[in-house]
């Protein structure tokens, strides 16, 4: 899972991020990217983290689990983009995920004082960024720092559709998180729609 970053790193680049999204599916809530930097000299350290997958691969429990111990880690540098369902609805969702992931870049690069050189994307995808950057299809599940963006990602999107159900708890957010389930349908035609719902 190491392989990507070492191959930019060997032609010398320096800042090398991985980035993943979640939220780009749901009915309701933010799309939300998160972009992780791991320097050459900390990796060795950084990937003992065990369970680093594609978020999707991990139980509620073991996500979270792994997000604490990705976010808490000093050596890890991380940003994370956010766009509300608001935007979403202006400009579409794949330029919203476009630009949640321009904003965890610029997060990161903020928060650490650092300027990136690479990027390297989950899917195909290429953002509005003066940045080198490759896109990596299942890149969540082969690239050890998108696998970490799409874990932090994620966690922060839960996160915060389980504090949108308790400002709308007919819907039932926490479980779902806005996915269009059988039971999300079901609320939906009971209740309509809320503001959080694009």
């Not at 608001?86 to 321009?102: C, F, G, P, R």
């Not at 003066?130 to 690239?143: L, N, P, T, W, Y």
């Not at 874990?151 to 996915?179: E, S, W």
Request: proline share 2%; with cysteine.
């Amino acid at each position: 899972m190491i392989q990507e970053e070492k191959r930019q790193w060997s032609k010398g680049y320096k800042y090398v991020v991985g980035i993943d999204e979640a939220g780009r599916g749901p009915l309701a809530g933010p799309v939300v990217s998160g972009a992780v930097l791991i320097l050459e000299k900390d990796f060795e350290e950084i990937k003992k983290i065990k369970s680093v997958k594609d978020s999707k691969k991990l139980s509620e429990k073991k996500r979270e689990e792994v997000y604490l111990n990705l976010v808490n880690k000093p050596k890890l540098k991380w940003g994370i983009g956010i766009v509300s369902e608001k935007v979403i609805d202006k400009i579409n969702i794949l330029e919203a995920t476009k630009l949640s992931m321009i904003k965890a870049v610029k997060d990161l690069e903020k928060k650490n004082h650092v300027k990136v050189d690479f990027l390297i994307l989950d899917g195909k995808m290429k953002i509005d960024l003066d940045v080198d950057q490759e896109s990596i299809i299942k890149g969540d599940d082969k690239v050890f720092s998108v696998s970490a963006a799409s874990i932090i990602a994620k966690v922060t999107r839960d996160r915060l559709m389980i504090k949108y159900d308790k400002k709308y708890p007919a819907y039932n957010f926490k479980k779902h998180k806005g996915y269009g389930t059988k039971e999300h349908l079901r609320n939906i035609k009971k209740n309509g729609i809320c503001k959080i719902h694009r």
